[in-house]
């Protein structure tokens, strides 16, 4: 187990869990932090409380670990973003194959906010959920933007930070994989319950897979990763 702290950036999503899940898996002192800049799926930071919290009392081990939580508010970035996101609007693909939801340069931000954070804290690790396997084709969750974005931060911060991206080269079937060798299936089960993918925020339609509206991306990315993940599991037979 590595001595030193980390820092999750944790949204209250299935893969942000995951990563929280990772970090307290690697490293003795795990702090999250959560970003609110008025998303329309701010139902997903009321599940990061829920979530830490039935995180702590299945794993004592990890509740250990588990410290502080920390919110910052970005109202700036939902100025910024005219975006189906923060607007009422519909959710469909640009001409350029993006979701209309792409927020721009959102995670690069994220990550100098994390960062800074980091620094205050005297945490060395930053531990995000970027992956640029299925993940609607976000420019800044690939894997040169992210260790790009390292070689600036520690340059900037005159630190050694590392960030970490855990699920990078992982598709959503391995995901949920990931969480089951790091958990079992009483992770596995409380990421379907406690957290939260659905960009409409839909909390009242509860599936296989979790909750949300079922239609929209995020959604059917969540849902076909968790068909993925449960034939995946049903060839290899049942959980031992
Ligand atoms: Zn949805």
Same mark, same amino acid.
């Given at each position: 187990m590595n001595a030193d702290g980390a820092l999750v950036l944790f949204s209250g999503g299935q893969d942000s869990a995951t990563c929280l899940a990772w970090a307290l898996d690697r490293f003795a002192r795990v702090e999250t932090v959560g970003f609110d800049y008025g998303q329309r799926h701010a139902v997903e930071l009321d599940c990061r409380a829920a979530f830490r919290a039935a995180l702590a009392a299945q794993f004592p081990h990890w509740a250990a670990r588990l410290a502080e939580d920390h919110t910052l508010r970005l109202d700036a970035l939902g100025t910024l973003s005219d975006t189906a996101l923060t607007r009422e609007a519909e959710i469909a693909l640009r001409e350029d194959g993006l979701p209309n939801t792409f927020v721009p340069g959102r995670n690069l931000i994220f990550l100098a906010f994390a960062t800074a954070l980091a620094y205050r804290r005297g945490l060395r690790h930053i531990v995000a959920g970027m992956c640029e396997t299925d993940y609607s084709g976000y420019p800044d969750c690939r894997d040169d933007t992210i260790k790009a974005m390292q070689v600036a931060l520690n340059l900037g911060m005159e630190r050694r930070f590392v960030l970490h991206t855990p699920l990078?080269?992982? +598709?959503?079937?391995?995901?949920?994989?990931?969480? *089951?060798?790091?958990?079992?299936?009483?992770?596995? +089960?409380?990421?379907? *319950?406690?957290?939260?993918?659905? /960009?409409?925020? +839909?909390?009242?339609?509860?599936?296989?897979?979790? /909750?949300?509206?079922?239609?929209?991306?995020?959604?059917e990315l969540r849902q076909r990763g968790h068909e993925a993940y449960t034939t995946r599991c049903t060839a290899a037979g049942p959980a031992q």
């Open positions: 990078m080269w992982r +598709d959503k079937a391995a995901t949920w994989e990931l969480a *089951e060798a790091l958990g079992g299936r009483p992770l596995v +089960d409380m990421i379907i *319950e406690h957290t939260h993918s659905c /960009y409409l925020g +839909d909390r009242s339609h509860r599936h296989a897979w979790g /909750y949300g509206c079922g239609t929209c991306p995020a959604c």
